[in-house]
């Protein structure tokens, strides 16, 4: 068979080379909405796609009209290909190119929700979802770094979390420390 009389030969050569080439930065958004539509949280990598809030928000509003009623796991809007899952009152969204490999962009999915799901000890709701959303922060942060997947393990994304939130410094164990460690060195200065 000859490059003319192949269909996908000749899609391949007609196509822009630059979309077929191969990338780390996978995932161009995450966001999570609440059974509203309204945005909890958003993180965009590829902020020429979606330059402004506007813009942004309109997207997820037409992403959410789109699936939030939908029985799937995968959607395709606006030229993208977006990965999706509810729990409770709330959709989780990654979204991806509209060549990028669906497993890939689940995989991500399912391991922000698994780690949010062992973060917020199987209480994966708004309510809570609110209170821990610097926890929530960091979970994406292990996940996804500007667009590149980093860790696909919820395990090892939760591991990592907790060693973060043990060394902040402003954590109630830090705090207490620092009360204690500036009463004794009061205690020695008054001694003196």
Known sequence: M???????????????????????????????????GNRLLSKYYDLELYPSMKEQKNFEMNVFNKTHKADNEIAFVEGMTI???SSIDLFFYVVGSAQENELM???VLNCFFESLNQMLRK???????????DGVFLVVDEIIDGGVILESDPQQVIEK???????????EQSVAQVLQS?????KWSILK
């Open 105 to 107: 962009l689940m995989a």
């Open 182 to 186: 500036a009463k004794e060195q009061i």
């Open 123 to 133: 209480n994966v709701e708004k309510r809570t979802l609110l209170d821990n959303m």
């Open 2 to 36: 000859t490059a003319q009389s192949c269909p996908r030969q000749h899609c391949a050569t007609t196509m822009d080379s630059t979309a077929l080439e191969p990338s780390l930065y996978t995932v161009k958004a995450v966001f999570i909405l609440d059974n509203d």
């Open 161 to 171: 979390v907790n060693y973060r939130a043990d060394d902040n410094p402003l954590s």
């Open 83 to 85: 990965v999706y899952k």
